[in-house]
């Protein structure tokens, strides 16, 4: 019995020490070419929370970084990396945000890569709804947290040291930072001026650095497994088609799967939420995003990229003004969001595609909050201008 109980724990022990000891360039000799493209549209939070694909990606300027949220998984025929592939556009978008990926998360992303993005073209997607009055809390955070970035960013020379300072600052007031016995004490001796905090900090870093080197292993072998393929909507029917056309287009597709209410929220999610329609009369009144906490881990964000030498182009996309109205969301709660967060984007000298004034367009969002069909159509067009150097124009003139 001892034995036979035994011997598959000594088998997996056996396991896991080969595992650990192989070296890191046998495995990724072992990876596939492939697996960069095939993680351009996997959304796979594995890559998100890693090293390896990103800066394969970054070092392939075939690659145009696309960093937001929720919205990069509405995958219709007109996003752009629907829209770019069956175009044969000059660049592949690639996908980086998922549900709840806010500015921290972002920003512990981009400083794991600072090294490498000098001159990159990104863009980045904003949503309202990160701004809420409290900022980002631990249900958006600890989903999205990576350790390996965590750790990074205790090893990293290369950011500005009032910078990484900022960051630190905030990011220790979440429990993965707070739980973590390294990661809480390294971060602490970078924020204070406690002798004692700075030798328990020079006591655990050989351990830290130990664990952040099992960390980049764990990667490569995720990375090495790839992801799960998003189901994705490529059509034909975008080929050879004007921007007015395109806009046409989008708004008859839109119809077809939002005609069940006057909110302009497709069928499929407007059936979700119709018994509670009702009750959402306006229980957002005096609500703003005017004020929140995430501007300032936004300013991170645009820091570290002015840092950099990032050339990002933001897209500050709008509200369904419909149900926004419903929900008696005042509308100067909105404006303030919209005017706040474009003034401190130009302000660091970085472009912005703001689609404000879309908030009451037609099948320009899918649902409540998320960038739809038409909204597509607008995005790809000043993403294909920013790509190509050209002059950003929010505006898409309609097919008579």
Do not use: C
């Amino acid at each position: 019995m001892k034995k036979a109980l035994f011997s598959p724990m000594i088998i997996a022990f056996l396991v896991l020490v080969i595992l650990v000891v192989i070296p890191n360039q046998w495995i990724e000799k072992m990876i596939p070419k492939s697996r960069i493209n095939q993680a351009a549209t996997e959304l796979n939070p594995f890559m998100f929370q890693g090293k390896y694909v990103q800066q394969k990606m970054l070092e392939d300027n075939h690659f145009l970084p696309i960093y937001g949220s929720s919205e990069l998984a509405r995958l219709d025929r007109f996003h752009p990396s629907n829209y770019f592939k069956e175009t044969r556009g000059y660049f592949t978008p690639f996908l980086i945000g998922r549900g709840g990926t806010e500015s921290l998360i972002h920003f512990l992303n981009f400083s794991e890569h600072i090294g490498q993005i000098k001159g990159k073209k990104m863009v980045f997607v904003l949503s309202p709804q990160w701004f809420q009055p409290n900022g980002t809390d631990e249900s958006h955070f600890v989903p999205n947290y990576s350790a390996l970035q965590g750790y990074d960013l205790a090893f990293n020379k290369k950011m500005d040291p009032t910078l990484k300072k900022k960051a630190m600052e905030r990011l220790v007031k979440f429990s993965p930072i707070q739980n973590d016995p390294f990661l809480s004490i390294m971060y602490k001796a970078e924020i204070t001026n406690n002798p004692w905090t700075k030798r328990e900090s020079a006591l655990v870093r050989p351990m830290a650095f130990a664990y952040r080197e099992l960390l980049i292993k764990k990667d490569l072998y995720y990375s090495l497994a790839g992801g799960i393929p998003h189901k994705r909507d490529i059509s034909p029917k975008v080929k050879n088609k004007s921007w007015g056309e395109l806009a046409v287009q989008a708004n008859h597709f839109g119809e077809r799967k939002s005609t069940n209410n006057h909110f302009y929220v497709i069928n499929s999610q407007y059936n979700k939420i119709r018994k509670m329609v009702p009750s959402l009369k306006d229980n957002k009144i005096g609500a703003s995003y005017g004020e929140s906490p995430e501007y300032q881990d936004f300013q991170l964000v645009l820091d570290l990229l002015k840092q950099a030498g990032a050339d990002p182009l933001f897209i500050s996309v709008p509200v369904n003004g419909p149900w926004y109205d419903y929900t008696g969301f005042p509308k100067e709660g909105r404006t303030a969001y919209y005017e706040r967060i474009k003034k401190q984007i130009e302000t660091e000298g970085f472009q912005v595609a703001d689609f404000s004034n879309h908030e009451y367009d037609p099948y320009f969002m899918k649902d409540t909050i998320h960038i739809g069909w038409k909204g597509w159509v607008y995005t790809d067009k000043v993403i294909k201008d920013f790509y190509e150097g050209k002059k950003i124009d929010v505006e898409v003139v309609q097919a008579k």
